[in-house]
């Protein structure tokens, strides 16, 4: 097994128009106004910008993320990871079963991401807190899933 190696999947349900989803999502200096777990984000040019993370766990992530794909049409948003997680991560928009193209409806927003971690303190603690990091994670996921949902509720 590869202690350092993780994949994710979440899947968010949202009650809100696929490309306003897709908009606020491609807004990711104002993640930390909805996301609880994103302390920080700095844009650093066009395509690429830095964040800090941190959820129930007493550490903190840092990465450099740069712009791998971003497209509207295809409501497709993927970036490479560099920092105390290296990979990638892309989120896909798509109208739900029921929903609307655009104009109305509903919205399932698909998170994947592969990284390794590169922090020293993570990279120690894997074999025994691998469970750990892993919950962290979803507990991350989740804050995320209620704030973008209280976010949109808003508009």
Known sequence: MDWFHYRFHSVWDLDAPPDTVYAALARVED???????????????????????????????????????????????????????????????????GGGEGGGGSTRAVYDQEVEVRKPLMRWLAPLARPLFRANHAAMMRAGHRGLAAKLGRE
């Open 31 to 97: 993640y930390p106004g909805w996301w609880p777990q994103v302390r920080e984000v700095t844009l650093l040019g066009e395509d690429m910008g830095s964040a800090r993370f941190r959820s129930f766990l007493p550490y903190e992530l840092r990465a450099w993320a740069r712009t791998r794909r971003q497209d509207p049409i295809a409501r497709v948003l993927e970036v490479d990871l560099r920092g105390d997680l290296e990979g990638w991560a892309r989120w896909t928009v798509t109208a739900r079963k």
